[in-house]
């Protein structure tokens, strides 16, 4: 093989590399942002719907002993 057509092709192996080490980085920090929203924002919304029936049934057992 001719040793220029070689360096070119290690040098685009080597460009390769680095664009799938940067495209692994990118698919981590998408995977982490979205557990960081399922955690401090889904799972508040799923914990409130249970929460907050008994929550408006105890404020509003408290106001009707008065009437």
Do not use: C, H, Q
Request: glycine share 2%; hydrophobic share 55%; no cysteine.
């Amino acid at each position: 093989m001719d040793p220029d057509i070689a360096k070119k092709l290690l040098d685009l192996e080597t460009k390769i590399d680095a664009i799938y080490a940067s495209a692994e980085k990118t698919r981590n920090y998408f995977k982490w942002t979205l557990i960081a929203t399922a955690v401090f924002f889904l799972l508040p919304l799923i914990i409130m719907m249970f929460v907050l029936p008994s929550l408006i049934s105890g404020i509003t057992s408290a106001y009707s002993i008065g009437l």
